[in-house]
């Protein structure tokens, strides 16, 4: 099983800055996704993060305000741009060896911006 | 577009009965997958069970268990002897197997708190 490390577990964050959020993995993986949890609601896929070229972006998010970066198979990064109050959520990195195996979550990311 | 759907927002159950947590989905495809997952107040999201979906047999993981109806498109999480740790948010998820776009993503239900009282 994979095992996932995700940087910062909290953050609070002044609006109009942005944070870099971190995704390591202890093995090479296929698949890495971004989630993204508002204040008690579910799951929304954010991204996919592609090994080596550009991000492929879920309806209503765009790169310019998270631009994602894989740059090997065990890494990759989310940042939140320009952030607002409405930006406030926990948010989570997936990752996938393959269709056959069951998707193993980081342990969030809990953002604040005020 | 898949949808999941977890209509009880809450339920609560004793400790050592069972539960039995409600999810439907909606979909064209034929060949998929759908799991339940746990997050506890930790946030580590935990995956409880998964069911492939041209498996007719419904998944068993101890005490927990699906009820797997393909054609009315529902998929319920049954938990028995209920434990104080069991206490956490359910998700239930659907990963379509078709490839394309839509490879290896998750759509998540609503969610449904579980609280387990003693």
């Known amino acids: 099983s994979a095992v996932i490390s995700q940087k910062p577990s909290r953050d609070i964050c002044q609006r109009g800055t942005s944070l870099t959020i971190q995704c390591q993995v202890d093995?090479?993986?296929?698949?890495m996704f971004w989630y993204r949890q508002q204040p008690g609601q579910s799951l929304t896929l954010i991204a996919t993060a592609n090994q080596g070229s550009e991000a492929t972006y879920e309806s209503g998010f765009v790169i310019d305000k998270f631009p994602i970066s894989r740059p090997n198979l065990t890494f990759s990064t989310l940042t939140v741009s320009n952030m607002s109050p409405e930006d406030s959520s926990i948010y989570l990195c997936?990752?996938?060896?393959?269709?056959?195996?069951?998707?193993?979550f980081g342990q969030g990311t809990r953002l604040t911006v005020v | 577009a898949q949808t999941v759907t977890q209509s009880q927002p809450e339920m609560s159950v004793q400790e050592a009965e069972t539960v039995t947590l409600s999810c439907t989905y909606d979909t064209s495809e034929s060949n998929y997958y759908l799991f339940w997952y746990k997050q506890p107040p930790s946030r580590q999201m935990i995956l409880v069970i998964r069911?492939?979906?041209?498996?007719?047999q419904n998944a068993t993981e101890n005490r927990f268990s699906v009820n797997f109806q393909k054609a009315a498109k529902s998929f319920s999480l049954k938990i028995s002897d209920s434990q104080l740790g069991d206490t956490a948010m359910y998700f239930c998820?659907?990963?379509?197997?078709?490839?394309?776009?839509?490879?290896?993503?998750?759509?998540f239900g609503q969610g449904t708190i579980l609280t387990v009282h003693p």
């Open positions: 997936s990752v996938r060896e393959d269709m056959n195996t069951e998707a193993f």
């Open positions: 998820a659907f990963m379509s197997n078709a490839g394309g776009t839509s490879y290896g993503k998750l759509t």
């Open positions: 093995s090479q993986v296929t698949m």
């Open positions: 069911q492939e979906a041209y498996k007719q």
